[in-house]
């Protein structure tokens, strides 16, 4: 069942535009304490039928999947996910449920950033729960994060990958507008990714935790951070991880990518992991994309091919 969603908030006793609304909440003189959260949810089931993969999805309130394209042929499907406000605010809520059947291969993006904007108490959260069956495949790969100052974010995802089922996924996070000097003071960001038994990363950084943020031991005042990772449903040959992994090193060593620091690694037998810092998200997103690439080749025999909403 498809369900609408609402175009305004009431602020104040007047109808004001989302997009008002949410601008509002960068400018504290003008902020309106009376916006009513959004909750949406989206479900997206994969399968694969007479040798295509098929979407069929669900939603309710704002967030949506766009037309499936099929750049590399009816196997794998290229879905864009949307949400019309644009950012999400103190309360609102984004669901996402994500099943990928055996034989299916999805390739799921976003067409902008996502945005965490400043909250007055009530945090704003997204989840993803996503379900690979046996000889399933998904690459989750939204656009950056970026989380405002005096933010109350939290970015939860779990993938919960049967034998023989594999993804490539990524978390990529700016902590403010460094380029607007508008740096990440206040708040709170928890970032949480899960494969249920086998990897578990939880985070939680707050504007006014100097020792994280600054300290040679934590961020060490970088504010764009990202995770890649290549996990599997089983234990990955010792020969085909040691491939992932020289890929990953030799794609990362090949170019310099501004400021960013790098390393690589194989947590679990399940996971191959690429970790990065950076003072912008620019040049950490585009080593990730280029060691996705490195991925998909060294691990499934594909070419990187990139989704033509990051090139709009």
């Known amino acids: 069942m498809k369900r609408g969603y609402a175009e305004s908030a009431n602020c104040s006793g007047t109808n004001r535009s989302r997009s008002s609304a949410i601008a509002d909440l960068l400018h504290p ?16 089931q994969f399968s694969f039928e007479a040798a295509r993969t098929v979407l069929r999805h669900q939603h ?15 196997g794998i499907c290229h879905q864009v996910l949307v949400h019309p406000p644009g ?9 996402i449920d994500v099943a990928v ?6 390739l799921i993006t976003t067409p902008g950033a996502g945005r965490f904007y400043r909250s007055t108490g009530a945090p704003a959260r997204q989840t993803l729960q996503a379900w690979l069956q046996p000889g399933a495949r998904l690459e989750w790969l939204p656009l950056e994060t ?11 995802s779990r993938f919960h990958l049967a034998p023989g089922a594999e993804l490539i996924a990524w978390d990529l996070l700016a902590l ?26 939880r985070g939680c950084i707050a504007g006014d935790d100097d020792a994280l943020l600054h300290s040679p031991g934590g961020l060490h005042g970088h504010t764009a951070l990202a995770t890649l990772f290549f996990a599997a449903g089983s234990p990955l040959a010792a020969r085909r991880r040691e491939a992932l992994l020289d890929a990953a090193r030799q794609v990362a060593g090949a170019t310099v990518w501004g400021d960013a620091l790098f390393g690589v690694t194989s947590p679990h037998a399940q996971i191959v ?33 990139v989704p033509r909403v990051w090139s709009t």
């Open 273 to 305: 992991a690429l970790r990065v810092l950076g003072q912008r998200i620019e040049p950490v997103a585009a080593l990730c994309r280029a060691v996705w690439g490195g991925w998909r080749q060294a691990g499934w025999g594909l070419g990187a091919c």
């Open 29 to 44: 003189a003008s902020f309106c304490s009376s916006m009513a959260p959004w909750h949406s949810r989206l479900q997206l």
């Open 101 to 106: 059947q055996t034989g299916a291969h999805a």
């Open 146 to 156: 970026l989380a405002y100052n005096d933010c109350l974010g939290e970015n939860r």
């Open 60 to 74: 309710e309130g704002g967030l949506r999947a766009l037309a499936s394209h099929y750049p590399e042929g009816a």
């Open 176 to 201: 403010g507008l460094p380029a607007a000097d508008a740096a990440f003071r206040s708040g709170r960001f928890i970032q949480h990714i899960e494969l249920p038994g086998v990897w578990l990363e």
């Open 87 to 95: 950012g999400l605010v103190g309360g609102d809520i984004l669901d």
